[in-house]
């Protein structure tokens, strides 16, 4: 809206009334890790809205899902997971119900935003908690990702011992 005000687009005097409190939210393709919650709420919806039983989605379908760069936001995703349930004839959405939009798009690798100043240790343990996260909780593969011994992660688990990222 600031770039419609000083295009002229928009008035800048109602623009400084509703600016009173400013949310910044980043695109979808920056929040991936908000998807599969938005997955759930969606098939949740979907399910009472069409009278479906869908109940899940292959970790498959979810990780196409998360892949994918997400132009169109979250409406976009809510229709993809609408159009996966209505072609659904099971109660699980796989890969198969997806736009070939979204099967044919290359994986891209995730990146992890963080805010400049965290502490060096928290920098890590969400380094380690998103790789285990993207990883479905393998932990070999999380320590050959990120270069440590498998003895080495699990010290780094036990030190930071939260409930909440493991």
């Given at each position: 809206?600031?770039?419609?005000?000083?295009?002229?687009?928009?008035?800048?005097?109602?623009?400084f009334?509703?600016?009173?409190f400013?949310?910044?939210?980043?695109?979808?393709?920056?929040?991936?890790?908000?998807?599969?919650?938005?997955?759930?709420?969606?098939?949740i919806?979907?399910?009472?809205?069409?009278?479906?039983?869908?109940?899940?989605i292959?970790?498959?379908?979810?990780?196409?899902?998360?892949?994918?760069?997400?132009?169109?936001?979250?409406?976009?995703?809510?229709?993809?997971?609408?159009?996966?349930?209505?072609?659904s004839?099971?109660?699980?959405?796989?890969?198969?119900?997806?736009?070939?939009?979204?099967?044919?798009?290359?994986?891209?690798?995730?990146?992890l935003?963080?805010?400049?100043?965290l502490?060096?240790?928290?920098?890590?343990?969400?380094?380690?908690?998103?790789?285990?996260?993207?990883?479905?909780?393998?932990k070999?593969?999380?320590?050959?990702?990120?270069?440590i011994?498998?003895?080495?992660?699990?010290?780094?688990?036990?030190?930071?011992?939260?409930?909440?990222?493991?």
């Amino acid at each position: 809206m600031r770039e419609a005000v000083e295009g002229g687009i928009f008035r800048r005097d109602l623009y400084f009334r509703l600016e009173v409190f400013t949310i910044n939210l980043p695109p979808l393709r920056e929040r991936w890790d908000d998807i599969p919650l938005l997955v759930k709420y969606y098939i949740i919806l979907f399910n009472k809205e069409m009278g479906k039983a869908v109940n899940k989605i292959s970790r498959e379908a979810l990780d196409y899902l998360i892949k994918y760069e997400w132009t169109g936001n979250v409406r976009e995703l809510k229709n993809v997971i609408q159009r996966a349930m209505l072609l659904s004839k099971r109660n699980i959405i796989t890969p198969e119900y997806l736009p070939e939009r979204i099967l044919a798009q290359n994986p891209v690798k995730k990146t992890l935003n963080l805010e400049i100043g965290l502490p060096l240790k928290e920098v890590e343990k969400r380094y380690i908690e998103r790789t285990l996260w993207w990883l479905q909780g393998n932990k070999l593969k999380a320590a050959k990702s990120l270069g440590i011994s498998r003895r080495a992660l699990y010290n780094k688990i036990e030190d930071y011992a939260s409930k909440t990222i493991w």
